[in-house]
């Protein structure tokens, strides 16, 4: 057989891999690479204008597909630029395949031009990693890193292609199997754990569901909703497992931690059993750990053996992808009586609804309950702040509608990106970024990309003039002193604020968005809401961005107090 170069294998691998849209930024250790896509016209180059948000828009694309995403990058600061991307796809478990270019290997830890240890900066932040140092091992290396980024808790894995290996002359043959010793995820049940559990469940007079962002990832919605359906159990969701039934469940009681639900919280405080699946109780939704779920039982269902009782103890462990695992309970469980049970949630619920108070003025709930009339099928994208909590409250999920978010890391700019990666992988789906002022200018320049690609996403972007979560700590527990979160300070008004005028906010986000060739609109006004929506609902092919102008002062409630547990919240009142 004709043997071909790295570069060309690289191309094929991604043919036969399934791979139709890849997210590339080319430079000097990958321009072969570029070469060779340039030759095909089977998978889509989208060239973003920074690989920050390169990974994020592959991010998303995953995330909203359910494929695995997938980015090119050069070395050096190519490389670099995608360890934020990285670590916030390895916190929320989403499958990517990122190749770095690389110096040649005789170059390797000379301090050449553009290198850097990329796979050493990353262990901590990827599944896997590896630099192919031999041409023979590139084609089983890509097929293992696609293998290894889907199977088992998905993650992000990153391959290094030194730029002589990629030039050598090899075998064209591309594997077809997959065979890594010592990795072998399993997904099967446990039947007597999960029987154990169910026996549990039997005997609980106060039974509570907490799904994770694992029913998501393991597209188990309609199999969890079938469960819930048939065991009359109420449900509590995690920010990341928002959706893993629909939002105006009877049964749903909304989101737990922080800022979640008085009821959810609650709910949490009193229940004899907590059936979880798929979630990490991170410190987010636990409080201090040692009154969390005081007077329950823990049973825990978790592909990721390394997540369960590793921050809370649990009674019954049950290692199992969240679909399987449910799906066995459904042969097992079945309707129990829990009417006593709701009657006390739904007391806590109307003793504390989860709503803003009404205002003459804009609100963010106002906002979002005004997209979740107009919109019957959506993709929802959020950067992070408080614009994200308000959506995680407020947005009306369901088998049509989704919600995206950077939940374990954390990640401001990921809202437009994400925006982008998700439109391009379901072109036929409206989709929806909510940001912050402070969270949208991280990654402005992808406007360009959205503008480029003829993507109509609609940006609503909550001005507030500030770096609004933190300013709600510093209000509430710093004394009011608003240190570096008012987003119109600068020289000229350091240190004196109150004495002088503020400065004119900038940037002018609707002439911004002309300056791109996107549409621009602002909204100062309840009634303006609808009208500008449809408004962006009619662009066929141009993104529009919608600036709201929002008061700094609502803040988002319920909310933990720090270092306090799931009962010391603090409400609007």
Known sequence: MKKISGNKLLVKALQEEGVDTLFAYPGACTIDISDELYKQNSIKIILPRQEIALVHEADAYARSTGKTGVCLVTSGPGATNLVTGLATAYYDSVPLVCFTGQVARNLIGNDAFQEVDIVGITRSITKYGVTVRRREDLGRIIKEAFYIAASGRP?????????????????ADYPDKVNIRGYKPNTAVHIGQLKRAIKMLGKAKRPLFLAGGGVNIAHANEDFTKLVNKTNIPVITTIMGKGAIPSNHPLYVGNIGM????????????????????????????????????????????????????????????????????????????????????????????????????????????????????FEELIVVTD???????????????????????????????????????KIGNPDTPVLSISGDGGMQMNIQEIATAVLEELPIINCIFNNNNLGMVRQWQKLFYGKRYAMTCLRAGAACRNKCGEVSCPTYT??????????????????????????????MSSKKTPVIIEFIINPEDLVYPMIQPDGTLKDMLMDC
């Open 384 to 422: 992070v702040g408080q614009h994200q909590m308000f959506t995680a409250q407020f947005i009306e999920l369901t088998n049509k509608k989704k919600l995206l978010m950077s939940g374990g890391l954390g990640t401001m700019g990921y809202g437009l990106p994400g925006a982008i990666g998700a």
């Open 507 to 536: 940037p002018d986000f609707v002439k911004l968005a002309e300056s791109y060739g996107a549409k621009g609109i602002r909204v100062t006004e309840k009634e303006q809401i609808e009208p500008a929506l449809r408004e962006a």
């Open 259 to 374: 800022h979640g639900a008085y009821a959810c919280n609650m709910a949490v405080n009193e229940c004899d059993l907590l059936f979880s699946i798929g979630t990490r109780f991170n410190d987010r939704i636990t409080g201090k750990l040692h009154s969390f779920a005081p007077n329950a039982k823990i049973v825990h269902i978790d592909i990721d053996t390394a997540a369960i009782s590793k921050n809370i103890q649990v009674d019954i462990p049950i290692v199992a992808d969240a679909r399987e695992a449910i799906n066995k309970m459904l042969e097992y469980v079945h309707e129990y009586n829990t009417k006593k049970w709701l009657d006390e949630i739904d007391a806590w619920k109307s003793v504390h609804p989860l709503m803003m108070k009404k205002k003459p003025y804009l609100t963010p709930q106002d906002i979002i309950e005004t997209i979740n009339r107009v």
């Open 155 to 171: 993650g992000p894995v990153l391959i290094d292609l030194p730029k002589d290996v990629m030039g050598e002359l090899g075998e």
